[in-house]
Every structure is written in C-alpha cells, then in structure tokens.
C-alpha cells in the first residue's frame, strides 16, 4: 500500500512537472516569437523596402500544452494596372511545447514541435485547389532546448485544372540544425522532383546540401545535385551529371564573400531528338577571392577536360583569370547599386530624384578607375590530338580625363580608362590546322579529306598574311607567336612601335585586302 501511494505521487509530481515546463515553454516560445517578428521586420525593410511588406502576429493562443499562432504578412503590388495594391497571406503555426510534445512524442526532452501550413484564403484559393485542397507548403520542425531542430519540409503535388498543362511532383525536404560550442551547422537532403510545364520537363533525381559556420562567422558549404535534366517533349534536351559545389569562406569587410570555392560538374550533353549536338565532360571552375585593407584580388582557374560537338572531339583547354587592385569601397558601392550602373552603361536619361544617385554611382566608379585595376588571362591554353596554343592577356585601367568628355558617352569613357594593354600568344599551326578542319566537317558538312584541304589552304594564307604584315613571327615551321603591347597611345606589335591611330589603319587596310 505504502508502495503505491508512493508510486501514485511520484506520477503525480511528474505530471505537474510537465504541466509547469509545458507551461513555461509555451511562455518561452511566445517571447521568441515576438523576439523572432522584429528580427524578420528588421531584414524585410533593410533587404526589400520598395515592397512595403509588413509581417506581424494576428493572433496568439497559448494554452499548456500547445499554442496556435495565426501571422499576417502583408505586401504593397507596385506593378497593378490599378495602382499600388495591397495583399496579405495568413499563416498557421501549432506548436506542440515540450519538455514532451504530445504531437511528436520523445523520451528525450525537447522545447517544442511546430508545424506550419498556409491557410487558405482568396489569393491562395487556386493553389489549394491544384494540391487537392491541402496546404501547398507545410514545415515541421522538432527543436531541442540547445537550439538543434530537425525539419521536415513538405510541398504537395499540384496538378493544373486541365490536368496536362501544369504538373508537380511534389517534394520534400529532410534536414537537421545543429548547434555546438558556437558553431552552427545544417543539413538539408531533397527527394526527387519533376515539375512539367507547357511541354518542358525539369526534374533532378537527388540534391544535398550541408552548411556550417563558426563564431568567426567563416562558412562552409558543401552542395551536390546527381542528375539534372531540362527537356522539351520529343525535340531537345540538356542533362547535366554530377554537379559539386564546394565554399570555405566568409564575408569579407566589403560585404563580399571571400574565400575559396570550386564548381564541379562530371559532363553536360545536350541532344535534339536523342542525337548528341554537344557534350562538356570534366569541367572545373575554382576561385580564390582575398581581401586586403583596400583591395579584393580573385583568381578564377577553370578547366574543360573534353568539347565534342556532333560527336566529334573539338578540344579541351583552360584558363586562368586574375582581378587585381579591385578597390573594395568601390567595389561593394557598385554591387549594392547595380541597376544605377546598368542605367549608366545604356545611356538612360536617369530622373531628377535619381540624379544624386547617378552622381554617386559614377564617383564610386571614378574612385574604382582610380586604383588601376588589372585584368589578365595568364594563361588561355586550348589544345586538340595535334598540338597545343596559349595566350596570356593583361588590362590595366585608369582614372579617365572627364574634362572633354561627355558623361554620357559610356563607350568612350571605356576606352580612355585603358591604362595598357598586353598580349603575347604561342600558337600550334598543327592544331590550328585541326581545330579548321573539325569546324568544316562540323559547320559544312565537309568530308574529312575536303575538310583538311581547305584547312590547310585557309591557314597558310593566314599565317602568310600575319608574317607579310609583321603581326606574327615564325618561331619553327610549326609554331607562329605574337607580342603586342600598347601604353600611352603608343602600339608595339612584335617590335614594331607606332600610334595608335597608325595601327587601326594598318590593321583595317589588311581586312580590306
């Protein structure tokens, strides 16, 4: 007897332990909540102010053992017809509190679980209709009291109202959050997807994506798709094998990522009616982005291990970009304000509100000038079965004379920021005889034999043009090169020094003949 009415006390003081952590919780939850509503706020109106969006709470219902939280969000249509119309989207979070949540059930204590559903309303009443009236979106999220959560992301499939013309897999999204000693990790992994739309198919068999990051903010990213394909009923498609996406950076003092990132990409074929036209097998980009106290430098390596086009092998070849001097003040000022350069390099008169904008994207771009950024390809090398070519290019720029100039004149304002320019190139005549005939036999329609007779005749007329005007030098009887350098309006082609003006005019009289 004593037994178990020491058994019945024990129970009950666990079940008012529950109760309480279960009410404490959900009291801990609606102020993270509140906390988490300001936060979002705060990044809407940083990030996207010309939306006028605003996210808040329409309601909170907090009981012992769940809340149920309604939020508006809320946002300005500056594109209607009408004028500015407004719209709203409800959304409906039940959170289940822990330390034991009855809707996901665990013996190790957890805060909460949440799942959370659109709610169906006037502006979402077709695509509720097109996911058999559930909710189109709906994320669970089971979260412990260390922060760590597991989620579960689920978009239904949808079928458009005449049932061929719109169709969607459905997809669904796994991934778990961890957080340890500071540093933050997640891990997310997709299902297959497929969605068809008007005759184009776009479906992908598996994709993985893992994140970390430390308390220095330094990230890692690791992200792969197995097979993509875009395809277009019984005419062409593009499928690409084995896409690896690999970043070990941060983002640097500029507001731009710095670090080292590589694109992986196993092959890329593209076909029209099942016949191959094109084929990429190993391609490679890396880039190595640093910053200074002033400058951002980058380097970009990217390696094509095979081109076939039409089935046959066109080459493989790569290539090394270097930016130099890129000054990061200016640098992140033009980032931010992209769309003012794009009105600059098109000439579109800007309106008087946006003149003091103008002003400043073009002093942004002055001072950008000003720290003579370089530009080289060290090198460009492309070789086929008979040899191998490379060329290195270097362009510096500089702050332009804007006195004579006018500010709208985009193009000439380009020109006269080239500060010197630099060329040198070692060229294979074998290859460049194969890489000819390749593109006869591909383009024409040639024979392999008329091919190689026209390749060989339009070479050496090519190469005996380039030796009679000294823009290219004989090293062996298989390898032409050629040095060009130009600064302070004076040309040196191979030795020979000149103007400028002199060589446009040598070189349109030898286009001419």
Request: glycine share 8%; proline share 3%; charged share 20%.
């Amino acid at each position: 007897m004593k037994k178990s009415i020491v058994a019945v006390g024990v129970l009950v003081v666990l079940g008012g332990a529950w109760v309480g952590g279960a009410w404490y919780t959900g009291k801990l939850i609606q102020d993270q909540v509140n906390k988490s509503i300001v936060d979002a706020q705060a990044y809407i109106d940083k990030n996207a102010p010309e939306y006028q969006a605003k996210l808040s709470v329409a309601d909170y219902q907090r009981g012992i053992f769940s809340s149920t939280i309604n939020y508006q969000f809320e946002m300005v249509d500056q594109t209607s017809d009408q004028g500015p119309q407004k719209d709203s989207v409800t959304i409906r979070q039940e959170v289940s509190h822990g330390p034991f949540p009855l809707a996901k059930f665990s013996l190790i204590p957890k805060l909460a679980y949440s799942k959370t559903e659109l709610v169906k309303q006037g502006s979402l009443s077709e695509l509720f209709e097109m996911a058999g009236g559930k909710s189109p979106l709906s994320v669970g999220i089971l979260t412990s009291y260390s922060g760590s959560s597991d989620l579960n992301l689920v978009l239904e499939p949808l079928t458009g109202k005449d049932g061929n013309a719109f169709k969607f897999s459905g997809l669904t999204i796994n991934g778990v959050a961890k957080v340890l000693k500071g540093e933050e990790a997640v891990t997310l992994s997709s299902s297959p997807f497929e969605l068809f739309d008007e005759g184009r198919t776009v479906s992908y068999d598996t994709a993985k994506i893992d994140v970390t990051q430390n308390k220095a903010k330094e990230y890692q990213i690791i992200a792969s798709i197995g097979k993509f394909i875009v395809a277009e009923t019984d005419t062409d498609q593009l499928v690409m094998n084995g896409l690896t996406i690999k970043s070990n950076g941060k983002i640097g003092k500029f507001d731009l990522g710095v670090g080292v990132s590589d694109i992986e990409l196993k092959n890329i074929t593209y076909t029209v009616k099942q016949q191959t036209k094109l084929a990429i097998d190993n391609l490679l980009i890396s880039s190595n982005a640093q910053e200074s106290d002033k400058f951002i430098n980058q380097i970009i390596d990217t390696t094509i291990g095979q081109i076939s086009i039409e089935g046959k092998k066109v080459g493989s070849g790569s290539l090394k970009l270097k930016l130099d001097q890129f000054d990061g003040k200016a640098l992140q000022y033009l980032n931010q304000n992209s769309n003012q350069l794009t009105y600059l390099f098109l000439g579109i008169p800007a309106e008087e509100s946006a003149e003091q904008a103008g002003n400043m994207m073009m002093n942004n771009l002055m001072a950008f000038l000003d720290a003579n950024p370089v530009i080289s390809i060290t090198p460009f090398v492309w070789k086929n079965d008979k040899g191998e070519s490379q060329v290195n290019m270097s362009l510096t720029m500089m702050k332009p004379d804007l006195q004579d100039m006018a500010m709208e004149d985009m193009s000439q304002l380009l020109m006269n920021a080239i500060k010197s320019f630099s060329s040198n190139s070692k060229l294979s005549i074998p290859m460049l005889n194969e890489q000819v005939k390749i593109n006869h036999e591909i383009f024409d329609g040639l024979s392999a034999e008329e091919a190689q007779a026209q390749a060989t005749e339009s070479v050496q007329q090519m190469v005996g043009l380039g030796l009679a005007q000294k823009m290219v030098s004989k090293l062996d009887d298989n390898t032409i090169t050629s040095n060009f350098n130009y600064a302070d309006g004076v040309i040196d082609l191979n030795g020979q020094k000149m103007p400028a003006e002199q060589f446009i005019n040598l070189f349109m009289m030898s286009g001419m003949e």
